[in-house]
């Protein structure tokens, strides 16, 4: 077993519910956000030492979500000492520009990932090769 816990925030709940058994079949143990601000609140905890559960090694947010979006999620994450370097990947229904891209790419954000997601496979080859990046 992984025993890997993988940050989600997704506030698409069809979306948020599949990435989420996805990543349970594939051996994870998850911590769920449907808004930008829930994990932004859960950033305060940790920051703060009140927060005492497990720490993700991989978050997957969306980008355009009610609160902070994962872009802002994302920079704020690379400044909390326990989490600031796992691998992130923000995903979008919505065409990003090349400065709307590199904003992100800047915030701290590993990678971006399009809407509809790629098929199952594909979509864990994505994520591991992110997280494999990001190790060396």
Do not use: C
């Not at 956000?33 to 978050?59: H, I, K, M, N």
Request: glycine share 6%; net charge negative.
């Amino acid at each position: 077993m992984i025993s890997a816990t993988w940050l989600i925030a997704e506030d698409d709940a069809d979306i948020r519910n599949l990435v989420a058994i996805l990543f349970k079949a594939w051996g994870y143990d998850l911590m769920v956000f449907d808004t930008g601000g829930r994990v932004w609140d859960w950033l305060d905890s940790v920051e703060a030492g009140s927060y005492a559960g497990p720490l993700p090694e991989f978050a997957l947010m969306d980008i355009r979500m009610p609160g902070k979006k994962g872009n802002e999620v994302a920079e704020r994450m690379r400044t909390v000492a326990p989490i600031r370097n796992i691998p992130i990947v923000l995903m979008t229904a919505f065409a990003l520009n090349a400065d709307q891209k590199d904003n992100m790419l800047k915030d701290g954000v590993d990678e971006i990932i399009h809407k509809p997601l790629p098929d199952f496979d594909r979509l864990r080859q994505i994520l591991q090769d992110v997280i494999k990046s990001k190790l060396n």
